[in-house]
């Protein structure tokens, strides 16, 4: 097999997608060369600037302009900053010839095939035979691209179809062109799992492929089903939001951010494109898209859709809803349904989504005819956009940051049950589904020996899903591996002599159960042989923080022994965690807050998915970390000061980071931030984290992991470095950057990260400093404002600022 390596890619297109799409290869580290067309022509202002048209940056304004306009963008497209010095941008007239140093040219340019063809004919002048050569068409068919080219680039050509945002949309469809070499094939879906972290997906060279084929479906269908159940935009978007494992912005303000205008225009196509589909007609679009379609209110980029931002009498931004039967704007709607609060308690989507769809009210009756118009229509799909059922489930939830695919949500229904129930709603699905129960076989998926099974389709048999061989996946794993459990923590054998702590609590936040499966965890691992724990779920996020009610009783109560306990035992078992007798690895993703990061930190290393979102939030709530969080970072200040690093003078940027309670934005950030050590990795494919947390804990092992002491050598600088920090604190309190609370929490935390009332920069021990911390922390729980500010995040999930 011919090995590759990219070390270059070429970006032909710098628009929304281009530029996006050359920010996450360097991400990755990748060089990118980014490229567009030259400017037309020169407008007035351009000349008073002393341009001319032959000048360099007239040529290149357009790639400039629009790689400028991605780093300013919201959520950012990069780690961290910096990363964008990877990238070099030109115009296709000057610098199509530096192609020729590419590993891979990726097209991204405007949907029109003679373009694209026009494109590719200068690709081949300069491109270096055997090099990759990809398209990113959201639809077009390969085999139209290929007519014409030549026999090298054929064989090495595929489509690529990122989804945008492309460092946040975990798809990455591959599409084989009809003479693509199995080994371009082979390669792209390894490198985009392995290196850019996408679930890559390959798929079938029909319309719209996969993810866009089913999710503009059940987009247009659903509007179909609003429309004809009279359904307000609210209630809709309270629906078909995260209650059911879908994206927060659900499904109309979805269509606001993505643009009307590009949903009507992958249906008007699906329509068009599909003269076989049963279901074509459901692409039509209904009075409640294509008015505003007519309208042109396509949503944020014409600032109104389904929804519309303003301003009342005072002045306050307020966000309007439309009236999707007179097409006026009023205010927002609320879902008021039995079957959403039959749910309210119900943390994980698996739970819900079976009574959501066996509930007998609108919201009953509205998920049981998208749900089952969604079955069936996939169900018919099979073979003509993909053989393999998993493929549609993977595209789908990836694609549209669904939780659970269609085949995976109506296993949790009963597959037979829901046939039936199915069928008698007009709904019938394939018969190979009716095939594969009559068969005995009751399920779409099953877990068996470590490992997930699809049902196969032609051989009507179980096959393990490919790729996830070298993963572990702890829904797998649940049963006869399971060593220890209670009601906010499981405990898991993964193998290999390692094992593996989950949390399940709310948002994971780290209560009395949590702390103590930590505790066990090492306690079992130390006295039963494992090399060594992770620390690691498949949730949405590592752990939110602390679990504050327990916290917030105890002081309204005034409770102060009891907290002090508490705080004390949160310290201990995150010491337990540093100095235990066998590595303990953090496997994190999403939010890794307060408490979270805590324990991250206290860990021999994280392997951090790399979106994961952690940072020391305490402030937030009136307190400071106590958990060894500002212990923590100012021991690693005082490590890097003494190695003598000159770039890691830290100290006010630690203090800074908790006093605002900044949150790193990637795990980039959170090397800069302080919060991972050297032993730490990043991992890009989320389904990845806890098979190289493994990974990582084997490697310490076997490195003769051995246990250590506590730490006495911490150099803090007392009354000199608090001098320091309380200017600034003083002066951003008198400039009403900080309030008066704020001010007070800043000056415990200055005087705990600094060591206290000492004379001198003086050695400390990591108890000293927890000491400390726990005094600080004590104080501020009996504030009246800290109260109000941790009554606030319990009762109205809200953080107050007073």
């Known amino acids: 097999m011919k090995k590759r390596t990219i070390r270059k890619v070429a970006v032909l297109g710098s628009g929304v997608m281009g530029s996006r799409i050359a920010c996450h290869f360097a991400n990755v580290g990748v060089e990118v060369l980014l490229l567009d067309i030259v400017p037309r022509e020169l407008s007035e202002a351009e000349a008073a600037k002393g341009l001319t048209m032959e000048s360099k940056a007239f040529r290149n304004k357009i790639v400039n302009d629009a790689l400028k306009t991605a780093l300013k963008s919201k959520p950012a497209p990069v780690y961290k900053k910096g990363v964008e010095k990877l990238i070099s941008t030109g115009n296709f007239t000057d610098d199509m010839s530096k192609i020729a140093s590419c590993d891979w040219t990726i097209e991204v340019v405007v949907e029109n095939l003679d373009i694209k063809k026009k494109v590719f004919e200068e690709v081949e002048k300069y491109r270096k035979p055997g090099t990759l050569i990809t398209s990113n068409t959201s639809g077009i068919p390969m085999k139209f691209m290929c007519e014409g080219r030549s026999e090298d680039f054929v064989k090495n050509f595929c489509g690529t179809h990122f989804f945008n945002p492309p460092r946040y949309l975990r798809l990455l469809e591959v599409i084989p062109g009809p003479s693509t070499d199995q080994e371009v094939v082979d390669f792209l879906m390894n490198y985009g799992d392995v290196h850019l972290g996408k679930e890559t997906v390959l798929c079938k060279d029909t319309a719209a492929f996969i993810a866009n084929r089913i999710g ?265 591996n399971v060593v220890w459990s209670n009601a906010g923590a499981t405990l898991f054998d993964i193998g290999d002599g390692v094992l593996n702590l989950e949390f399940h609590t709310k948002m994971n936040a780290l209560g009395q159960e949590n702390l103590e499966g930590v505790n066990t965890a090492i306690s079992i691992a130390e006295e039963k042989g494992y090399k060594g724990v992770v620390i690691g779920n498949e949730s949405a996020n590592f752990s939110a923080g602390a679990n504050l009610a327990m916290l917030f009783m105890f002081a309204c109560d005034q409770e102060y022994d009891e907290i002090n306990l508490m705080i004390a035992q949160f310290q201990k078992t995150m010491m337990r965690a540093r100095y235990s007798s066998v590595p303990v690895v953090a496997a994190t993703s999403g939010l890794a807050l307060g408490g979270g990061c805590e324990l991250s930190m206290h860990c021999d290393a994280v392997q951090a998915h790399a979106e994961t979102y952690m940072g020391l939030v305490e402030v937030g709530v009136g307190l400071i970390p106590a958990g060894g969080g500002t212990k923590e970072l100012a021991l690693r200040v005082s490590d890097q000061l003494k190695s003598g690093d000159p770039e890691y003078n830290r100290l006010q940027d630690a203090f800074m980071n908790i006093a605002t309670a900044k949150v790193a934005t990637s795990a980039e950030e959170m090397r800069n931030m302080g919060f991972m050590n050297e032993a730490s990795r990043i991992t890009l494919n989320r389904k990845r984290v806890i098979a190289d947390a493994k990974t990582r804990v084997l490697e310490l092992s076997a490195l003769g992991y051995a246990e250590k002491n506590q730490r006495r050598d911490i150099k803090v600088q007392g009354r000199g470095g608090m001098a320091l920090f309380e200017a600034g604190i003083a002066g951003m309190e008198y400039a009403n950057w900080a309030s008066e609370h704020d001010a007070k929490i800043a000056r415990k935390l200055n005087y705990v990260i600094n060591g206290g009332d000492l004379s001198s920069p003086t050695y400390v021990s990591e108890q000293y400093l927890l000491d400390l911390e726990r005094e600080a922390f004590l104080s501020l729980s009996g504030e009246k404002k800290t109260l109000e500010r941790i009554q606030s995040i319990i009762f109205k999930g809200k953080p107050l600022r007073n």
């Open 216 to 480: 503009v479906y059940a987009i247009m269908s659903g509007m179909h089903t609003i429309q004809d159940m009279g359904l307000k935009v609210g209630e809709v978007d309270k629906l078909t939001g995260p209650i059911i494992g879908r994206a927060k912005s659900a499904t109309f303000r979805t269509m606001d951010v993505v643009g009307l205008d590009t949903t009507v225009k992958v249906s008007n196509n699906l329509f068009a494109g599909l003269p076989n589909d049963e279901s074509k007609d459901r692409f039509v679009l209904p009075k409640i898209v294509s008015e505003l379609n007519d309208r042109q209110w396509f949503g944020d980029k014409t600032k109104q859709g389904y929804y519309k931002k303003t301003k009342d009498d005072n002045g306050k931004k307020v966000i309007l809803e439309l009236n999707l039967e007179t097409f006026e704007y009023g205010p927002k709607s609320k879902a008021k349904f039995k079957a959403l609060e039959a749910v309210k308690d119900l943390e994980n989507v698996r739970e819900r989504i079976p009574v959501l769809l066996n509930f007998e009210d609108k919201a009953g009756d509205f998920y049981r005819k998208t749900f089952y118009d969604i079955f069936r229509y996939c169900t018919n799909r099979i073979p003509e956009i993909a053989d393999e059922l998993f493929r549609i489930d993977e595209a789908v939830a990836a694609g549209f940051a669904w939780e659970l695919g269609p085949f995976e949500t109506w296993d949790l229904l009963g597959v037979k049950e829901t046939a039936e129930k199915m069928e008698a709603a007009g709904e019938k699905p394939a018969d190979w589904v009716y095939e594969m129960l009559e068969a005995g076989h009751t399920s779409f998926y099953k877990n068996e020996g470590r490992q997930s099974w699809y049902y196969d389709i032609p051989s009507k048999s179980y096959k393990v899903v490919p790729g996830t061989e070298s993963l572990v996946m702890l829904e797998t794993l649940r049963g006869e």
